[in-house]
């Protein structure tokens, strides 16, 4: 970072800053990873230079041959590690890509079935600021009170009763696993398009630990940073016979030149995700979420469905009269990042929810196994029950000590 250093001291000050957060901060947040070197590099590489507006051999300028190469090997690994029958791998990120399945395949005021957000859903999936709740007619579904859990016999009633013409599978904060095969049932009897976004979920599935959407889904769509742990962008799946639609509304459709340094990263990723150690990586991600809320739920702590067969939960704190947006600032006090939640059937808002998410893909990617999630657990929970400065500052400094013990980037970046 030399040349950064000398060219621009803010911007430069800004990254060691983050790069310290990183490193001193346990990091909870479900959405979050922190990708390899070999990522990193790729997508701090000179392809961020070149126009490639179109796909591999079909570029509208010249100088393409090396980014074509890089994009046909993102392409290859995609449907390697997906066995899908088609895959753009072109959108800049989650929301992209779901907003180009939409695009493609509905016309405004055309009917999605999806979760409710509340209840775990994501704002792409038809929420009213969105451009999915612009542009269609939202329908929901959650979970039923008493188990946390969808109810896939009322998912049907409500498709039946319905009639949309997309249904969505895929969460933001679901910690129970999903039944695409039901999905697929429920969209074949009301002769609807069935998308799964897998955007939280992408690794547990590529390593096998996830019911596998690809079979089932038309569409399949999700974030490359999340579980997978590549860059920040976006990936879209589909059925052959889907292909040049989604293409097309890819590119010229929602988005201009491609990001060549992202799609190498992403071709990187991909090549990672093959691998062995990521199959046990993504193991561990779930060995870890359940020794935390084991641990918490020990300690009193409610936490939705019971507990998890993923990579995240969702804790309850109306029994500990802890707002969820208190939490989180108590917690980020005591050099714990995670966020504020909505629980199903929250009494409070979106601003104002009554829980917490909970995940453990960094810091399983940093190496930190069930000991450590004792630890943590324990280190909420005195956090959540003192929250005064000189304790949050005390659990604060051992947090930053576990930390040193797992670096999160063993070269110098
Ligand atoms: C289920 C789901 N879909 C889509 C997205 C959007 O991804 P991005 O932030 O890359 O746009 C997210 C992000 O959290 C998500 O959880």
Known sequence: MDMLKQADTEVYQAIQAEKERQQNQIELIASENYCSSAVLQAQGSVMTNKYAEGYPDKRWYA?????????????????????????????????????????AMLSPGQKILAMDLSHGGHLTHGFEKNFSGQFYQK?????????????????????????????????????????????????????ALFLADIAHIAGLIVAGLHQDPVPYADFVTTSTHKT??????????????YAAKIDQ????????????????????????????EFKEYQRQIIRNAQALSNALKN???????????????????????????????????????????????DKGSAFNPSGIRIGTPSVTTRGMKEPEM????????????????????????????????????????
Request: aromatic share 8%; glycine share 8%.
């Open 299 to 345: 300690m009193g702590y409610t936490l939705i469905s019971g507990g998890t067969d993923n990579h995240l939960f969702l804790v309850d704190l109306t029994n500990k009269k802890l707002p969820g947006i208190e939490a989180q600032v108590i917690l980020e006090k005591a050099g714990i990042s995670l966020n504020r939640n909505m629980i199903p059937f």
């Open 139 to 191: 329908i929901t579904y959650g979970v039923k009170e008493k188990t946390g859990r969808i109810d896939y016999d009322e998912v049907m009633a409500i498709a039946k009763k319905n009639n949309p013409d997309l249904i969505i599978a895929g969460a933001s904060a679901y910690p129970r696993e999903l039944d695409f095969a039901k999905f697929k049932e429920i969209s074949d009897e009301v002769n």
């Open 249 to 276: 509304m890819v590119f010229p459709g929602i988005q201009g030149g491609p990001l060549m340094h992202v799609i190498a990263a992403k071709a990187v990723a991909f090549k990672e995700a093959k691998t062995e």
């Open 63 to 103: 100088g393409c041959k090396n980014v074509d190469n890089v994009e046909k090997l993102a392409i290859k690994r995609a449907l390697d590690i997906f066995g899908a029958e088609h895959a753009n791998v072109q959108p800049h990120s989650g929301s992209s890509a779901n907003m180009a399945v939409f695009f």
């Open 228 to 241: 997978l742990r590549g860059p920040r962008a976006g990936l879209i799946l589909c059925k052959a016979k």
């Open 374 to 413: 004792m630890q943590i657990a324990e280190w909420i929970n005195l956090a959540i029950s003192n929250p005064d400065e000189k304790n949050l500052t005390s659990i604060k400094s051992k947090v930053a000590k576990l930390c040193s013990s797992f670096p999160i980037y063993k070269d110098s970046l």
